[in-house]
């Protein structure tokens, strides 16, 4: 709750006004958030982990976790397009819950060689990334393009573009730091899944590269638990030295690599349209 805290008041600083944006955060502000960031083993900076993961609580306690049982503890402005965005991630997270559990046996039951239980835990998975598509195709119904690049978006941007100095900071002596924003390419889902599905990395792949990079704005136990997936053996291989004999773990394993470019694809076009669109109109 301090990270999140310390996180708005920093930003606030930085952001008000968003024209003519500060270049250093005060002593008493810089100090302690970066002290609170060692501890979690992230940035000082606002993160997906303080905005979204750690800033939501349940209406009703016998009700599931899901939009209409589910508010913030805590805003920046206020406002149904704001709550809404971060509310419509934490529902995604939520759906994805049992699709956790079924990377585990997904990889369990391939090191044990059984493609029959691999078959099934990939179709939970699958399903489990529909619910996630089906969500986030509802962004629009709470949160307006032109709200969110103007009310919400300011003060969530991150330091990349406009570095500050933390002042007092021993640690970076004085230089100008670069930190990403919040975002939500920095929740652990896509990283875990591609780990889970035995997908590489390419180094000539901008977007790939860039969520390397989100890592470092993850938790840490997120974070070591993405990297020991990946040094588990291959489910990709799994699946091609075995589809011949089991076409349908071939065919499951497809759905759900269809299924994730669909759901990127879904959150690169609301970007086009939130951020992209939204900067190039003459009234912004």
């Known amino acids: 709750l301090a990270m999140l805290y310390l996180s708005f008041i920093g930003h606030g600083y930085i952001w008000t006004p968003f024209e003519t944006p500060a270049n250093s955060i005060p002593k008493n502000i810089a100090i302690p958030w970066h002290e609170l960031a060692k501890k979690l083993g992230r940035h000082p900076v606002l993160s997906y982990d303080s905005y979204a993961l750690r800033n939501w609580y349940r209406l009703e306690h016998q009700k599931p976790i899901e939009l209409g049982n589910i508010a913030l503890q805590q805003n920046f402005l206020g406002g149904l397009d704001e709550e809404w965005f971060v509310l419509i991630h934490i529902d995604i997270e939520a759906k994805f819950g049992t699709g ?3 990377g585990f046996e997904a990889k369990r039951y391939q090191i044990l060689d059984q493609p029959d239980a691999v078959y099934k835990n990939l179709t939970v998975i699958a399903g489990c990334v529909q619910k996630m598509y089906k969500t986030l195709l509802r962004m629009p119904e709470g949160c307006d393009p032109y709200i969110y690049y103007n009310r919400v978006r300011p003060y969530i941007h991150g330091f990349t573009e406009h570095p500050v100095i933390y002042e007092d900071v021993e640690e970076y002596g004085g230089v100008p730091q670069r930190f990403f924003g919040e ?4 929740s652990s889902i896509i990283p875990f899944l591609d780990a889970v599905l035995g997908l590489g990395h390419d180094e ?3 977007f ?3 969520l390397l990079k989100m890592r470092d704005y993850m938790p840490p136990k997120h974070r070591k638990l993405i990297e020991i997936f990946e040094t ?3 489910l990709h291989e799994y699946m091609l030295n ?3 004999l ?6 499951a394993y497809n759905e759900c690599i269809e299924l994730i470019i669909m759901f990127l694809e879904k959150h690169l076009e609301y970007a086009a349209t939130y951020i992209h669109k939204q900067s190039k109109r003459p009234d912004v």
């Open 100 to 102: 956790l559990f079924s």
């Open 183 to 186: 975002t939500g390419a920095q």
């Open 204 to 206: 000539n792949d901008k």
């Open 208 to 210: 790939d590269q860039y």
């Open 232 to 234: 588990l053996p291959s």
């Open 242 to 244: 075995n589809h011949h």
């Open 246 to 251: 089991y076409p349908r773990l071939r065919n």
